[in-house]
């Protein structure tokens, strides 16, 4: 049988390691007191993660163990180091990075959500990014103020 025909684990194993690198916003990488330690959390999660892969004696198996905790440690090494802690605001008379709004949507429904670097934003869990639609239309009004035209009209209730 020709080489060319047989199967290379090797080469085939290299290949199935490679990962594409997590996609980094454009946007500055604000977070709060509190995105920032999970943010190091995480990279500290990514590094165990690796090295308890890196114990692994197969070359190849390992080289598959290693390469999301590699992809994620990179990613989070490069957010901590860009972070830029935003602290917490100080008055509750607008909306602003951190600020926890409530508001009302044409439809009757009412949400409420924390204003968070991107990071950290978790729309069940009640935290929206920054750069995000809903954030954009409520940043800089105050409690009474409608933001947005058309079937996207917000009233903002209370800002916490």
Same mark, same amino acid.
């Given at each position: 049988?020709?080489?060319?025909?047989?199967?290379?684990?090797?080469?085939?194993?290299?290949?199935?390691?490679?990962?594409?690198?997590?996609?980094?916003? $454009?946007?500055?990488?604000?977070?709060?007191?509190?995105?920032?330690?999970?943010?190091?959390?995480?990279?500290?999660?990514a590094?165990?993660?690796?090295?308890?892969?890196?114990?692994?004696?197969?070359?190849?198996?390992?080289?598959? $163990?290693?390469?999301?905790?590699?992809?994620?440690?990179r990613?989070? #090494?490069?957010?901590?180091?860009?972070?830029?802690?935003?602290?917490?605001?100080?008055?509750?008379?607008?909306?602003?990075?951190?600020?926890?709004?409530?508001?009302?949507?044409?439809?009757?429904?009412? $949400?409420?959500?924390?204003?968070?670097?991107?990071?950290?934003?978790?729309?069940?869990?009640?935290?929206?990014?920054?750069?995000?639609?809903?954030?954009?239309?409520?940043?800089?009004?105050?409690?009474?103020?409608?933001?947005?035209?058309?079937d $996207?009209?917000?009233?903002?209730? #209370?800002?916490?």
């Amino acid at each position: 049988m020709s080489v060319a025909f047989a199967k290379d684990d090797s080469a085939e194993t290299a290949a199935e390691t490679h990962l594409p690198e997590r996609p980094v916003s $454009q946007h500055p990488n604000r977070v709060t007191e509190a995105g920032l330690r999970a943010l190091e959390l995480q990279l500290q999660q990514a590094r165990a993660a690796c090295d308890a892969a890196s114990t692994i004696e197969d070359i190849n198996e390992r080289r598959r $163990q290693m390469a999301n905790p590699l992809r994620d440690a990179r990613y989070f #090494a490069a957010r901590v180091h860009t972070a830029e802690v935003v602290p917490a605001p100080v008055s509750n008379a607008s909306v602003s990075f951190g600020s926890t709004v409530t508001f009302s949507r044409i439809d009757g429904r009412v $949400q409420t959500y924390r204003i968070v670097g991107e990071d950290e934003a978790d729309p069940k869990a009640g935290s929206i990014s920054y750069v995000s639609p809903v954030a954009r239309l409520l940043t800089g009004k105050a409690v009474g103020d409608v933001a947005g035209s058309g079937d $996207q009209e917000l009233e903002i209730i #209370a800002i916490a």
